[in-house]
Every structure is written in structure tokens, then in C-alpha cells.
């Protein structure tokens, strides 16, 4: 084998098939492809990290091995459509890949069912949206016009700060659109005098950043705010958006590297009929995005905001005082961490072994079988 191998993926995957093709010829030419800009600003495993782009128009005979199991589907269809052909696309093996994934599932739900070190959590800034997308788990599309109530939250953080101390993480500022809230600076301000030692991160559709004014940009600065922008296929100037956070001082990444939006299906079971035990240790949300809403945390984005389903589709998917803790009757940081670790009532409600990535994204149409 003498035509250039390029590994699809700078992850620990991608290392091990690296040592073991270096293992049995150390003279082989390897580089690594990434569609994270960040890890191709730097070396892996000592080799160059290229672009897709770069990758067909210089390699387009070389040899691709896609260094993941999960996803190494999607990354041959982004390879293919660049120009490489099937014949030099390879997988990992097989039988690697189901031991692998079986210790991967396990591991994540281990780390589900176990309590936090420490608190990060998520809340909605506006809960409508100005891109609507399909499929969307916080179900932005089907709700009215509403703002998260300042005082509420303040208070609310008051109240974390009395709990926790420093020991929360990071704070999440999301939507729906989050810059659509006119007091996004001032939640900002909040969130950071209450938690300066918190990573804050406002998760964008971006399409609002270039209209923003000064003084959210300095705020953004001055506070060590990143925004994280989810790159969609739409008409947005993404690299004026680079260059405008890179003006003000801001930094930027792009949610999930540097790859263009796909859509999820994250199917409701609307009876109810599903093992909440298997649906909270399968979901990658669970205990992982917890959010906060009116003084109560929930382990997931889901349960928060199915109201504006219910209200859209007149169904009645049951979330009950259960389903969260009120951060006000709790008597400590440890009680909070054991509930969010433990499956919640409303987890029946949701087809976590059926839920399918990768579709191509769109805007919603509003039809009850884009959430069943």
C-alpha cells in the first residue's frame, strides 16, 4: 500500500488506527481530515490536520479511513459528495466497533446514574425562535412569543449561589433565539456577577451577532462569554461572523465543529408506554442538559418545554411536580445532584431507542410528525 492514508477523525479512535498502521509500516504517509477548524489549527499525532475541501482537491486517490464507529456513515456520505470514491473509503472493523459501542453505551449510562461533581445547566432566554427548525427538542416552533422573566432568574441564580457556591461549571444561555430577548446583556451581566467563575456560553443561530450593539459585544468580552453558533445551510455570512467576533475580542466556535446543521428525530410516545429506566440511561440529554425554568430543574431540555406541544397539538403529555425539583425546597447541592441523576415520571413519554440523526435539515412545518 503505497498511495496516502488519510484518517478521517483526530479523536482516540483516530490515534489507535494511526499507531497500528505506523505499527506495521512506519514509512506509510498518514495525515488526519477534521471538520473542526480548531483541531486543524494544530498537529495530531504529530501529522497535519486538512479540510474536507483540501482533502478532494489534493488527495482525491488516497486511502480514507473513517476514525469513528458512531458516525463513520456520515462521514462517508461527506466524503463521497466531495469526490472520493466508495472503493477508497474504508471502515474500522466491525467487531471492534460493536465491542466498542457496547462499552461506550455502558459507560454512558454509568455516567447518567451517577450524581454531578458539578452543577452546569441551560436556560431558555426566549422560548420562539426566528429559524424554526424541524424536529426541534426545545419545540421553539410551536411556541408564542415569551421572554424568561429577569427577576425570576436572578433570583433564581441567588438561590443556586446559595446551594452550590462556585461549584457550578457552566451556564448555558440558550433558545429558541437567545438574542432575541432585548435584555440579553443584562442576563448576561447576572449570570456572570453571580457566577464569575462559570463558563458562559450563548448557543446562536448567529443570524442576529451582525446586528447586535457595541454594548453586547463588550459584555461578551469583558465577561469571557462563547458563543457557540450552529452552522445551518442557510444564506448567513459566516466568516463575517468570524471576523466580527474576532474584531470585538469574542470568542467563537462553531457548535459541533465546524459542520453544517443536520436534523435529529426524537420521536414522543404519546401513551406513555415506554421503560423510563431505558429511556433516561439511552438519552444523551439526560443529566447532561439540564435545564432551568421558574426555580426548577429539570435533567433534560424536553420535559421543560413540551407545554408549547401540548398547547399546539391539544395533547396531553403529563409533566408533573416529579418531573423536576423546585431549587427552592431543596435543602442542599447534593439533593439537587442525586435527583437529576435518577429517571424522571414524563421519561416514558419519549422513544429514545428510535430516534434517528443525520436527516437533512429544515424549517418546520409545524406537523405533529416531525415530534412522534
Known sequence: MSKQIIIFGCSHLGQQIYRQIKERKADLRVCFLDNDTDKRKQEFCGEQVISLEEAAANYREAFYITASYRFCREMRDQLEEAGIAESNIFFPNLLVK?????????????????PRKQLKFAVDL???CNLNCQNCDHFAPL??????????????????????????????????EP???PQSVDFIKVTYAYFPKALINIFTNGIL????????????????????????????D???????????????????????????HQPLDLNGGQDQWESFCSCFLANECIMLKKGRL???TVLPNIEHFNRYFAKDVEVSAKDSIDIYEAESAQ?????????????????VLERTGGHIWGTSKRAIEEWI
Open 98 to 114: 460493536r465491542l466498542e459501542d457496547e462499552l461506550y453505551e455502558a459507560n454512558e449510562k454509568i455516567k447518567r446514574r451517577m
Open 126 to 128: 426566549a422560548e420562539h
Open 143 to 176: 411556541a408564542r412569543e415569551y421572554f424568561t422573566d429577569l427577576k425570576q432568574y436572578e433570583a433564581d441564580l441567588k438561590r443556586i449561589q446559595e446551594l452550590f457556591g462556585d461549584n457550578v461549571a457552566q451556564i448555558d444561555l440558550e433558545g429558541g
Open 179 to 181: 438574542l432575541l430577548n
Open 209 to 236: 451577532l451582525p446586528k447586535m450593539e457595541e454594548g453586547f459585544w463588550d459584555i461578551c468580552r469583558q465577561c469571557g462569554v462563547v458563543l457557540e453558533v450552529t452552522k445551518y445551510p442557510i444564506a448567513l
Open 238 to 264: 459566516y466568516d463575517r461572523i468570524e471576523h466580527l467576533a474576532k474584531e470585538k475580542g469574542v470568542v467563537l466556535h462553531y457548535f459541533g465543529g465546524n459542520v453544517v446543521k443536520t436534523s435529529r
Open 298 to 300: 429539570y435533567t433534560c
Open 335 to 351: 439533593e439537587i445532584l442525586e435527583f437529576l441523576c435518577h429517571p424522571m415520571p414524563a421519561c416514558r413519554y419519549c422513544k
